[in-house]
């Protein structure tokens, strides 16, 4: 199977799921016209001042976040290869009135269409680098569409909590090399979150959803994320990992804390859930 093949049926799964993923998320319109914001304080700290910048959240999915990102005041631009995300995103910016540009297109191709574009921030998070399949070849494309002293931020599961089983137990090898992993699709991660990745208010939605489309994602351990974005000429301003998981429960048992963090049980050693960098091009 070639890399198109496992992007178009990327592009299938995403398709199929998103619907399901916004039916636990009504009220967000609303939440977002009365100046509510979806992101957490981690992707805020990283990305820094936003009114009046020129801002790119790529692999944006339903454009939530995007929107909140357009609220602080920057001129916001999401790109997602699902039709139905990038579709729901439309509606809730005409819905909340929050303007904001969206994009359909796969990352390398929007990367190489927007060669020459100056953004002041390029944004990505929350499962973003697994759909990666050729990191250095991501980071020049970032590069190429930053404008001197703009600022890449990415915020992600951190992939040492790939090597653990649902119940906390040392079960996998740390991902590294872009190691495919075939799926059976994406799940209804946020159905599973419940008011977790719902700030604007969960609804029970759809219930007992399959995806018909298996999906293909790619590992990639942190030393290689940080060396592609270095390789391409960004220089690394902080790199901070983080012993809990904002608003996802990816494992047994975890204990919800203040605003959406999901801790470890009681007594597990601390284990980094996600990590968080910001990188500047010179
Ligand atoms: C887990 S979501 C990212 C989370 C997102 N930041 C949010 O706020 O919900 C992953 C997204 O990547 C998108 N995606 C996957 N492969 C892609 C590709 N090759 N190009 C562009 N988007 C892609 C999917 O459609 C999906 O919306």
Redesign the pocket.
């Known amino acids: 199977m070639t890399t198109t093949m496992r992007?178009e049926s990327?592009?299938r799964s995403?398709n199929a799921v998103a619907p399901a993923h916004q039916s636990h998320r009504p009220g967000q319109a609303a939440f977002l016209r009365a100046g509510g914001l979806t992101l957490f304080p981690e992707e805020r700290e990283l990305l820094g001042e936003l009114a009046g910048l020129r801002l790119l959240?790529?692999?944006?999915?339903?454009g939530?976040?995007t929107l909140s990102l357009a609220s602080l005041g920057a001129a916001a631009t999401g790109?997602?290869?699902?039709d139905e995300?990038i579709g729901i995103a439309r509606q809730l910016s005409e819905d909340s009135g929050i303007p904001a540009r969206f994009v359909r297109?796969?990352?390398?191709d929007?990367l190489a269409e927007a060669a020459g574009a100056q953004f002041d921030r390029i944004y990505?998070?929350?499962?973003?680098i697994c759909?990666l399949h050729d990191l250095a070849g991501f980071a020049r494309g970032v590069v190429d569409i930053l404008a001197p002293g703009g600022r890449l931020a990415l915020m992600e599961f951190h992939p040492a909590s790939n090597m653990l089983s649902p119940s906390w137990r040392l079960a996998h090898g740390y991902p590294q090399g872009g190691a495919l992993l075939e799926l059976d699709g994406v799940g209804d991660y946020v159905g599973a979150a419940g008011d977790g990745l719902a700030p604007a208010g969960f609804a029970p939605g759809a219930g007992g959803f399959v995806n018909p489309h298996p999906c293909y994602l790619y590992r990639w351990g942190v030393g290689e994320v940080v060396s592609a974005l270095a390789g391409a000429g960004l220089r690394i301003l902080t790199l901070r990992e983080y012993c809990y998981v904002n608003g996802e429960r990816p494992f047994d048992a975890m204990r919800p804390g203040e605003g959406r963090r999901m801790y470890p049980p009681e007594g597990a050693p601390d284990v980094p859930l996600m990590y968080g960098l910001a990188a500047e091009k010179g």
Not at 57 to 62: E, G
Not at 105 to 108: G, K, S
Request: aromatic share 18%.
């Open positions: 992007t990327n592009r995403w959240h790529l692999l944006c999915n339903a939530q976040d790109v997602d290869i699902s995300a297109a796969d990352v390398y929007y990505l998070g929350y499962g973003a759909w």
